[in-house]
């Protein structure tokens, strides 16, 4: 009776990760305290990009938007997460549910193209110096962004136009702490997800071109820096690049893994720490990573937080 009614139900179930309620209210504490330092971060990332005027280069730039994308990508998931543990009810309304899967397809792939536009950057400035200004001019610079947020939002229209075509049938339990597309297809009882599965597949050969392209960029960087004469400036080149390669790295890993391995009917604890992996850490931890290996950032965010005055 009980699978009957979850299987009627207008909505679904988001399973979470455990009934127990000192495992929930750890759940939210963990989350709550992840969720405010990405807000904190990414809010202090874009404040002092956008005001101090010495942080107006390209990639700063482009730090700014990856930083509004990742503030955006964790407030998809985490927030409704704490909700659904701290009113002890997993229900998600379908209208939510197509939201959630397309705000976070959206961004996932948003993110998967701003951080190939910051790789090619990367290369510009270390292989290509003196052509630098011109490759990477402001209009140059606008144009990729535009292109990045209308590609994130073109792949999350197919992807929740081709998951929501399909026929729910199943007890509608999503064993995830939110809407994940591959537990949604576990719901359909007949072939009608081709579509998801054809979408998916466009999109992973369009994610392996990038892959391909940022792995192309990193080689011609490593083998230019190798060849640079003083230390110093292979230090200088290294910390330029080497957070963004770390982050790359760390995003595309832990995704491909999560979307690759087969969806288990009772996932363990190992799936779910791998979802977070790449949906909930990479928000928190991305501005600690770029501010960490940059004076100038650094010195901007102390200026912000000690109230001091920006140039220009």
Request: glycine share 4%; net charge negative.
């Amino acid at each position: 009776m009980i699978m009957e009614n979850v299987t009627t139900m207008p909505g679904f179930l988001l399973m979470g990760f455990s009934d127990n309620c000192e495992l929930q209210l750890l759940h939210v504490l963990l989350f709550l305290v992840m969720y405010l330092l990405a807000f904190a971060g990414n809010l202090i990332i874009i404040a002092v990009t956008t005001l101090d005027q010495c942080l107006q280069s390209p990639m700063c730039y482009f730090l700014k938007h990856l930083s509004l994308l990742d503030l955006s990508f964790i407030s998809v998931t985490v927030p409704q997460s704490i909700d659904n543990s701290l009113m002890d009810d997993g229900h998600i309304s379908h209208g939510q549910c197509i939201l959630q899967v397309f705000f976070f397809t959206s961004l996932a792939w948003a993110e998967v193209a701003i951080l190939t536009v910051m790789s090619h950057n990367c290369y510009a400035a270390i292989c290509l110096p003196l052509h630098y200004e011109v490759i990477m001019d402001p209009g140059t610079c606008k144009w990729a962004v535009m292109a990045v947020w209308l590609s994130g939002a073109l792949s999350g229209i197919m992807y929740t136009a081709a998951t929501f075509s399909i026929t729910f049938c199943r007890a509608k339990l999503i064993h995830q702490f939110f809407c994940d597309v591959p537990q949604l297809l576990k719901l359909s009882c007949s072939s009608d997800y081709l579509g998801v599965t054809g979408v998916a597949a466009f999109m992973s050969v369009m994610a392996f071109i990038f892959f391909t392209s940022i792995v192309l960029s990193y080689i011609h960087i490593f083998s230019t820096v190798l060849k640079i004469p003083s230390a110093e400036g292979r230090s200088k080149a290294f910390s330029t690049c080497l957070p963004h390669l770390f982050v790359v790295s760390f995003f595309l890993s832990t995704g491909i893994f999560e979307f690759l391995k087969p969806t288990s009917d009772s996932p363990t604890a190992f799936d779910l720490m791998i979802s977070i992996f790449y949906s909930v850490v990479p928000p928190t931890l991305n501005r600690i990573i770029y501010s960490l290996r940059n004076e100038a950032m650094k010195a901007a965010v102390r200026k912000l937080l000690l109230g001091g005055e920006f140039t220009g």
